[in-house]
């Protein structure tokens, strides 16, 4: 397979992690080079037109902030990744002030540095070079003389370029599209990208505040960006009596957007959106109603028929429309058997259409319950599987009230694909799905031998006590009919919410490969652990005194110093003769465990590692010996939810 045309700068002097990296690069048909201090890094950028910078903050002669800083100081406007060993909220606002467009901290699991590289190409494919068109309304977007134009990437203000960064680009373009919207912070993040890789809130703050210093730069006197405290940010509406370019007072050219407020929720817009699509199916219905009474019904037709009218269920009870739902309920039912309707049903799945039809004229009812306290500070993320998109995007709007982060999965293959990628606080799943026969009792039996503290909601119109006894013995937390409201989905989700996790237990790993150190940190962190990773086992002591772990996890075969002698040096010391010790071998005969367990090991993992059984050896191990253990301030039990 052919390089991809698109070209990254790796600066970074670990020459394990370099290598490493360059590895993943090339399995990913990356075109790349390396630098290993940030002088060359400086000079490569200036010479080579690069796609992307992927940097680490710690690079000699020239650090990795400073590095970025000075690079946007000179008008560099490619996508800048930053690698950093602390995310202290204070380095975090300091990288982004030197503009850094993301960063991902160390350790991290590959597939994760990837996914972010994707993410920062795909949002600035919009500053590939090209024809800038100021006057062509289809490609722009403006706010009296400011233009953004959407083919070139280019901002500019009275036609004199102003330089952004892709993520700056990217915040200006969501305020010019949703004019009438005010933007939280969290809600920017989810924007822009997404629970499984976003930084913290505080990134936002910064971005705001440069679009807003780059834009004066730039020549605008008005404030674009509105502050709506308590709330989050919005466009301000363009001022009727602004001036003009100073460079051009005489302009009369037309402006191609008024930005006016508009009285409607987002709710009451989501409706707008979805309206022709209910009627759409409605209108399917309606076909196999025709076809019922002239005694033509296709198989083909009732199978389609009888999805949408499961989609009806879930979409219309959220929509303030519950006689609809409970209509689509039972026109669902007569088809659901695939067989041939008698007289009497077909009169009245006939009379369950018309139904529909007159529910779907009238004024939906407004739910005006108040969201659970409390939860919003948390802000947790929320997998949401389900194929109906009207009920999904409904959700999505109103999650903000409630503290929660939605993402969506339209059926079981996607939602494997976001699992892979991060783990959510908790899960909303449909059993059944129109485009496949893949069943979601399927998903909820793996996530129970992989995930079994995940907390899964299933959210069905399907009600046979075959089903609930199948999610029971299954493990889910709750079992949702539809159709149901938001308030209910919401609170239904707020009862199974899981407790906030903490860093109380601390897991040093020591391995001379970075590829294992990171693979598994990535498999223990999302369980609370604190995670210090350690490559050169001669530091073994002084990392050990300065981290406190609960437990170490050692790699038996290393240069210079084995797992073996570290097991042994800390068996022979008072203070950490009852520290629990996991070796990780890819030796299993009974000489090697042997010789492992003389020297002190408690328990061992077998290489290649897979992710249940280490999780499950490391919290059974912390668990069982954390009274042997210093006392520290919270019990592990509580904050690992063991």
Known sequence: MKKSPIKILLVEDDGGLSATLANVLEAN?????????????????AAIEYDLIVLDVQVPKLDGISLCRQLRSQGYCKPILLMTAKDSDAEVVALFDAGADDYISKPFAT??????????????????????????????????????DLESGRVTFCEEIISLTPTEYNLLELLLRNPDRIFSRHAILDRLWGFDDAPTDRAIITHIKDVRKKLKAGGLTEEII???????????????????????????????HQFRGVDKSESDKVLERFRGSFNQQVAVLEQAKTDLLAGKLETELQQVAKHEAHKLVGSLGSFGYPEGSKFARYAENLLINDRSLTAEEITRFSELVTGLQQELAK?????????????SIFNYRVLVVDDDAALTERLKVESETWGFRIKIA????????????????????????????????????????????????????????PDRLAVSRLGAKQFLHKPATTEQIFRAISRVLPT?????????????DPVILVTLSAL??????????????????????????????????MPIVSGLELCQVVRQDIQWENLPILVVTAHT??????????????????????????????????????????????????????
């Open 363 to 375: 004024t939906p009812i407004r739910a005006t319950a108040a969201p659970v306290s409390n939860i």
């Open 29 to 45: 048909h990356y075109g790349f080079d390396r630098a290993n201090d940030g002088q060359v890094g400086l000079e490569l950028a």
């Open 410 to 465: 339209p059926n079981i293959t996607a939602a494997r694909s976001r699992l892979a990628l991060s783990m959510p606080d908790v899960m909303l799943l449909d059993l059944s799905f129109a485009e496949t026969e893949e069943d979601g009792l399927t998903l909820l039996r793996e996530l129970t031998e992989r995930s079994p503290n995940l907390p899964i909601i299933v959210f069905t119109g399907r009600d046979s006590l």
């Open 111 to 148: 597939e994760v540095l990837l996914a972010r590289i994707r993410t920062l190409l795909r949002r600035s494919k919009a500053l590939s070079p090209g024809g800038f068109t100021p006057n062509s309304a289809a490609n722009t977007l403006t706010w009296g003389e400011l233009c953004l």
């Open 524 to 557: 223990l962190t999302p369980w609370g652990i604190e995670v210090t990773t350690l490559k050169e086992p001669q530091q073994f002591w002084d990392v050990l005194i300065s981290t406190e772990p609960d437990l170490i996890v050692l790699d038996l075969e």
């Open 226 to 256: 509105e502050t709506v405290y308590g709330m989050g940010y919005r466009l301000k509406p363009y001022p009727q009596s602004a001036s003009s370019c100073s460079n051009n007072p005489g302009s009369d050219r037309t402006h191609k």
């Open 589 to 642: 005969e009974p000489e090697s465990l042997q010789q492992a367990f003389a020297a002190g090991a408690d328990d061992f993992i077998t290489k290649p590692v897979l992710g249940p059984e280490l999780v499950t050896r490391v919290l059974s191990r912390i668990r069982r010996s954390r009274p042997l253990l210093k006392p520290r301030n919270i019990g592990l039990t509580h904050s690992l939810n063991i």
């Open 500 to 512: 906030p996790k903490t860093s109380e237990a601390k897991v040093l790993i020591v391995d001379d």
